[in-house]
């Protein structure tokens, strides 16, 4: 079942239970998003429980001027703009939940509604997860082939919600230190963008 526009208390409640301590948004930036664009904040639950959150922000976005998280998540929204960017997407932590799809499953059904609404770009930035233990393991040489070897899991989210939706999807190269303080990636992160143009398919 999906939510549009959940309360604060289940955004809160999600929020400690899908991201580390440090990297949970704080209750007033989760109430900020709410009054800013309610309508973007989607919660997908299965037998009760909320498993996947995506938050969708009307903003004015220049792609060239993104080089870090801080970068577009202080741009403020505008409800005028035909593009989008992810604010937040997160599946549950815990084993029982991994491997459900669920972030997929939510991603699919915003593309779609933004697609619906007038959107005709969604961006986001990701960061590259796992690359730290795939480096270490010599899964991978280099950020460069982490990318080759398609191993970013939030890229194969974005991936899978475009073909879904009949979109075209690119990423950028790695941008070095997008998210500093995300030691699995080394705060390394990419933009990726899903074109819903259909001309453009």
Not at 17 to 42: C, K
Not at 113 to 130: D, S
Not at 160 to 165: G, T
Not at 169 to 191: F, K, M, Q, R
């Amino acid at each position: 079942m999906i939510t549009q526009e959940p309360s604060l208390d289940r955004l809160t409640s999600f929020e400690k239970a899908s991201w580390p301590e440090h990297e949970q948004a704080s209750t007033s930036d989760l109430q900020q998003r709410l009054n800013a664009f309610p309508e973007g904040v989607f919660i997908l639950s299965d037998n009760g429980t909320d498993v996947a959150q995506v938050t969708l922000s009307p903003k004015n976005i220049v792609l060239e001027d993104i080089t870090s998280f801080e970068r577009m998540r202080d741009l403020p929204v505008n409800r005028e703009s035909t593009s989008a960017w992810v604010t937040n997407l997160a599946a549950r932590t815990g084993e029982e939940f991994r491997g459900k799809g669920y972030a997929r499953t939510l991603l699919t059904e915003v593309v779609r509604w933004a697609n619906r609404n007038g959107i005709n770009m969604i961006a986001a930035g990701v960061t590259c997860a796992g690359y730290a233990k795939l480096l270490k393991s010599g899964e991978v040489t280099s950020i460069e082939d982490y990318l080759a070897q398609n191993r970013n899991p939030a890229l194969k989210t974005f991936q899978s919600a475009a073909k879904a939706n009949g979109c075209q999807c690119w990423h950028s190269t790695a941008l070095a230190n997008y998210w500093e303080i995300d030691e699995d990636s080394h705060g390394y992160g990419v933009l990726v963008v899903i074109d819903l143009r259909k001309e453009n398919v």
